[in-house]
């Protein structure tokens, strides 16, 4: 959940030290989903728990199932990765300490890619921080205010929004035309983005690349945190890279196409690298102590 969260002050996918829970749309309805683990690491169960806004959506349990077996990478099959990181020096220790871990996606290629834009070239402090203030002024509430908690917005949301209305969230010109444009998009189909599942990754980067205000990290990120392509490290995240050259113990830190090499020792599994590092910084900063309590 962390590695889907990255920031203590996300406010769309929230935890209380005990609940995952976020507002999820289901045929216009919103749902604020819970989510708690219920059994120790050995025997993982989760519990899910749906409020609904006014009445129950439609097969609400099926959806639910499907979209949360896709966000927490539940049906993630992680035996080839943990067969080869088991006697590796470089990452072994690294592996064993955050095991069990399973790998997060975004529900939405849409939200990937509406978060690959607000953090270009911004720390996660600050694209959050964007986030934040996007799903409060264009997303739905749930719940009474001021405790209302807000659903991520739909693309019709940022397809009706206006540049200056986003300027003055905090997001740059360039980003607020991206926004709106790729709301405009997909507005009136939300999985517009999905049959990028049906590309290789050669196929779908070229896609993603057309997109107005895409380049290659946006369209890494979103290939490994939207589509779920494993394979990927987006070697050009200053952070990723960062911690590649802490953890291999380099002497300086590798340009994209040296990381691009020293990662294909641990091909296919080179994004599953980018989620233990980013664990590991998140541990350091003391976010993950409360689960090892």
């Keep these: 959940m962390w590695t889907l ?8 996918d929230r935890w209380d030290g005990r609940f995952y829970r976020r507002i999820l749309a289901f045929d216009g309805l919103l749902v604020e989903v819970s989510v708690r683990q ?15 806004e ?20 539940l049906q993630v099959d992680l035996s080839g990765f943990y067969e080869m990181a088991r006697d590796d020096l470089k990452i072994g220790a690294l592996v064993r300490r955050f095991n069990g871990f399973r790998p997060p996606r975004f529900p939405t290629v849409f939200e990937a ?18 986030l934040n203030r996007l799903a409060r002024t264009r997303g739905m509430a749930f719940g009474p205010s001021p405790a209302a908690a807000f ?4 693309p019709e949301e940022l397809a009706s929004a206006r540049p200056e209305t986003l300027g003055a969230l905090g997001f740059s010109r360039q980003k607020a035309s991206a926004l709106i444009r790729l709301g405009r998009e997909c507005a009136g189909d939300a999985s517009h983005f999905e049959a990028l ?7 779908a980067v070229t896609r993603l690349l057309e997109l107005h205000g895409i380049g290659r990290w946006s369209a890494e990120y979103t290939m490994l945190r939207g589509l779920g392509r494993l394979n990927l490290f987006p070697a050009d995240d200053v952070a990723g890279v960062r911690n590649l050259h802490r953890w291999l113990k380099l002497r300086k830190i ?21 989620f233990h590092f980013l664990l590991a910084k998140l541990d350091s900063r003391g976010f993950l102590q409360e689960l090892t309590n």
């Excluded at 129950?56 to 077996?69: C, D, G, N, V």
């Excluded at 890619?113 to 964007?130: H, K, P, R």
């Design 151 to 154: 659903a991520f917005p739909t």
């Design 54 to 73: 006014r009445r129950r959506p439609s097969k609400l349990k099926e959806k639910l199932t499907a979209i949360l077996e896709r966000t927490l990478g």
């Design 254 to 274: 590798p340009d994209y196409k040296r990381a691009r090499r020293l990662l294909s020792r641990w091909h296919p599994y080179e994004g599953l690298l980018y």
């Design 38 to 52: 219920t059994r120790s690491s050995d025997e993982p169960q989760l519990e899910v728990t749906a409020v609904c």
């Design 197 to 203: 599942a049906e590309l290789d990754d050669r196929q």
């Design 113 to 130: 890619l509406v978060n690959a834009i607000a953090c270009q070239q911004l720390t996660v402090l600050v694209g959050i921080m964007l």
């Design 5 to 12: 969260r990255r920031r203590p002050d996300n406010a769309i």
